[in-house]
């Protein structure tokens, strides 16, 4: 796009009141000579330290350290780009802009037009809730617990029953049909021009910087025969799978939030029911699936850079709900923040569960919420009897792909186990299931499988090598990293009864295992040689990463203290591997009588597993 000139730039800064901007935002109050002080929008506290001196057109918070001009400001607070922080504000003082390559910019000129009419329908709109014709629409909202405050808070309108109410109202302010036509509101047909939405409480969808560029219309009469709900089409201000309503009035508390939380809903009433019940941020789609381009949105309100955040889905437990979820599920790890999936009790949605439970009960959502691969997982299972071998098999063939989806090395093993506890299985098996499902290309989804490099020599696809420095940093990773580099380097004199045992389970970080898999298969140990043949069968792109754990030097001050170390870090192993095990077998006696066969042998097991842990702790 051409650059706006900076003498118009400049030009634009000096026609605003920086003062004015800040004030629609934050309760400003004079603190001297030409100097006003408020809360600060850029972090909590009590007392103002936020500073606006007008003169010179700059703010400065003494608290946080915030600090800038009215363009960033805007770009801050609404999260929009440089150009558009000055388009924003020369339309607000009617300043015609010019661009490098000479002239105005006929779209910027017609997008505000569209932004003004949008503007215009939103108060058309919220007076005729007012009329005697709007009974039906002041019933619905009643009914759903919404008074006329929290109707003037949203924004909520009546569309009247008339084909032009709404189209006489407007070009009586001066707007022609082709803007009226190109906003999407009024359409045209065998009838020539009419409103879009007639007979309809209407909720006005507002951008994330708070202008209207939209509707979504609910039926009220039964004579009425369009769609339950009615948006605004696609236009060039509107586009459905960037929108997401409500964000204009949750921004401000998903940035200030600890953790930075997005609640994600799936009507515009769950929308008015969360915010009034204390549940601040959330939001919802407008008419469409929630998409990678809500993601991109809400990752810029959010300042998604870290795995702090949260993003809680709420969804109906019914099936069309279900289905919302899993659908989500597709786009979960495009967020660095964690995702939760929260369902009502009774399936109720936000907005009935306020009507029927309260506030209170809103807010215990959040108390409600899952992990959103757990409740992938545990959708995929409700339907097989897990009581039986056929469906705990059918089950893991059908989970086994939402588990392989995991892209985190972490993650992935931890619910790995998470699944076999839920089928009380080998975690082998189920770890070997899940390889399966995820050298499977049909199980991924298209949207989320990888393109690999290729090598311009060969024309084979090549997978970048995983190095030392590139695995995660953890207790666990450490433990299997340095137990690695003991069985490598000293694995020829540990006890290798000891040592089989330690690497007979596999390991939870997918490079290491790869690793491990190699040494473990080493037919003799103690044969010169062994170590660089076992370090050549690992597979890419591992094969470095063993390399690199051969030739990384042992953490030990001497020879007899690195066999120290080797052999106590294979112990680790095992006390982890029977730890895991107790786990798994404590899963399994829920779901097995006491007194039947099964039960009695999980029991001695646990006794057994028990005595091993406390010989190999004390050894």
Known sequence: MPR????????????????????????????????????????????????????????????????????????????????????????????????EDGGAAPETSGRSRLYAANTAAAEFFRAQLLSPDAEAGRRFLGERGFDA?????????FAPRGWDGML?????????????????????????????????????????????????????????????????????????????????????????????????VEGYTDVMACHLAGLTTAIATCGTAFGTEHIKVLRRVMGDDNASGEVVFTFDGDEAGQKAALRAFTEDDRFNAQTFVAVA?????????????????????????????????????????????????????????????????????????VLARRLGMDPTEVRNEVERAARGASHQPAARRETPAVDPATGAASVAPVTLASLPRTADVAVERDALMGALQYGHQVDQTLLNRALGAPFRTPGLDAVREAVAAAPDRTRAGWVTDAV????????????????????????EGALTSATDLARRLILRQLEREKQELLGAVQRVPAESDGGRALRVRLRDIDAERQRFAES
């Open 4 to 99: 706006i000139r900076q003498a118009d730039v400049d030009e634009v800064k000096a026609r605003t009141n920086i003062a004015d901007i800040i004030g629609e935002r934050v309760a400003l109050k004079s603190a001297g000579v030409g100097s006003l002080k408020g809360l600060c929008p850029f972090h909590d506290e009590k007392s103002p330290s936020f500073h606006v001196r007008q003169q010179v057109g700059y703010y400065h918070c003494f608290g946080c350290g915030e600090s800038g001009d009215v363009y960033s400001f805007l770009r801050e607070m609404d999260h929009v780009s440089f150009t558009e922080a000055v388009e924003r504000l020369a339309g607000r003082i009617g300043y015609t802009l010019h661009y």
């Open 345 to 417: 009790p009774d399936s109720l949605d936000p907005c009935d569960l306020r009507l029927q439970r309260g506030d209170a009960a809103v807010r215990g959502l959040m108390d409600a919420k899952v992990p959103m691969f757990e409740f992938a997982i545990d959708r995929k299972l409700s339907g097989f009897d897990l009581a039986t071998v056929e469906g705990r098999v059918g089950a893991l063939r059908a989970a086994a792909p939402i588990v392989a989806e995991i892209r985190d090395q972490l993650l992935r093993p931890g619910y790995e186990r």
């Open 149 to 157: 405050g929290a109707a003037a808070h949203f924004g909520v309108g």
């Open 168 to 264: 006489k109202a407007l070009t009586a302010q001066g707007f022609t049909r082709d803007e009226l036509v190109t906003s999407g509101l009024v359409s045209t047909g065998q009838r020539g021009v009419y409103d879009r939405f007639r007979g309809r409480l209407v909720w006005p969808i507002r951008d994330v910087s708070g202008q209207t560029i939209g509707f979504g219309a609910r039926k009220l009469f039964d004579d009425d025969q369009g769609p339950k709900y009615l948006n605004t089409p696609e236009t060039p201000i509107y586009k459905k799978a960037q929108v997401l309503y409500g964000l204009d009035l949750a921004k401000r508390d998903i940035s200030r939030g600890d953790p930075r939380r997005v609640v994600v």
């Open 536 to 559: 050549n069968s690992v597979r890419e792109p591992y094969r470095s990463l063993a390399g690199e754990l051969l030739m990384t030097p042992f953490p030990a001050k001497n020879e």
